[in-house]
T-cell receptor, first 112, second 114 residues
Framework: QQQVKQSPQSLIVQKGGISIINCAYE??????FPWYQQFPGKGPALLIA?????SEKKEGRFTISFNKSAKQFSLHIMDSQPGDSATYFC???????????FGGGTRLMVKP | DTGVSQDPRHKITKRGQNVTFRCDPI?????LYWYRQTLGQGPEFLTY????????KSRLLSDRFSAERPKGSFSTLEIQRTEQGDSAMYLC???FGGGTGEQYFGPGTRLTVT
């Protein structure tokens, strides 16, 4: 049972463009929604995260939009740069153990 | 470097052999997590420790897998009688307990079972 569905699987964006990655979840008990960035050969690193009582959070060029009623959240990367080329994972956290459940990932390529 | 470290970075083994991986978390972190990531997929939770206590195990963690965290410091993950389906990246992460403490991931151990 896939608890977090992420789309698209891959994305190609021109330098300076906007990258948009979407995630949908089923369980309304999830209480924290982070996005992770992973470069080849490295472990995932937290990029930005949001709680369900907030509809939007912005940090630099990265913005999370959260739609609680639709059970969806998305990552927007403004002014995308070649250095942003990586795999991005949405995730959810629930419960006292804070175990992460990840989406399937989006491979982003930003063309110079 | 005070981040999470994992050893070895790569391991090639023959089917049926036992392998052991080590994770050294960030020193002040009391929680330690193990995840498995197969090619093209997101990481999947295996198990986690709070200090030396193993508090939760995923159904993915078959009886061939065992994890320990003696004295609440480093952790080891052992796979007995490896199978080709065990080939994956094994990731370790650590965090402060409580709240939604950010999990810091190590670089992973890439296991290939031939």
């Amino acid at each position: 049972q896939q608890q977090v569905k992420q789309s698209p699987q891959s994305l190609i964006v021109q330098k300076g463009g906007i990258s948009i990655i979407n995630c949908a979840y089923e369980n309304t008990a999830f209480d924290y929604f982070p996005w992770y960035q992973q470069f080849p050969g490295k472990g995932p690193a937290l990029l930005i995260a949001i709680r369900p009582d907030v509809s939007e959070k912005k940090e630099g060029r990265f913005t999370i939009s959260f739609n609680k009623s639709a059970k969806q959240f998305s990552l927007h990367i403004m002014d995308s740069q070649p250095g942003d080329s990586a795999t991005y994972f949405c995730a959810v956290i629930m419960g006292a153990g804070n175990m992460l459940t990840f989406g399937g990932g989006t491979r982003l390529m930003v063309k110079p | 470097d005070t981040g999470v470290s994992q050893d070895p970075r790569h391991k090639i083994t023959k089917r049926g052999q036992n392998v052991t991986f080590r994770c050294d978390p960030i020193s002040e972190h009391n929680r330690l997590y193990w995840y498995r990531q197969t090619l093209g997929q997101g990481p999947e939770f295996l198990t986690y420790f709070q200090n030396e206590a193993q508090l939760e195990k995923s159904r993915l963690l078959s009886d061939r897998f065992s994890a320990e965290r003696p004295k609440g410091s480093f952790s080891t993950l052992e796979i007995q009688r490896t199978e080709q389906g065990d080939s994956a990246m094994y990731l370790c992460a650590s965090s402060f307990g409580g709240g939604t403490g950010e999990q810091y991931f190590g670089p992973g151990t890439r296991l290939t079972v031939t």
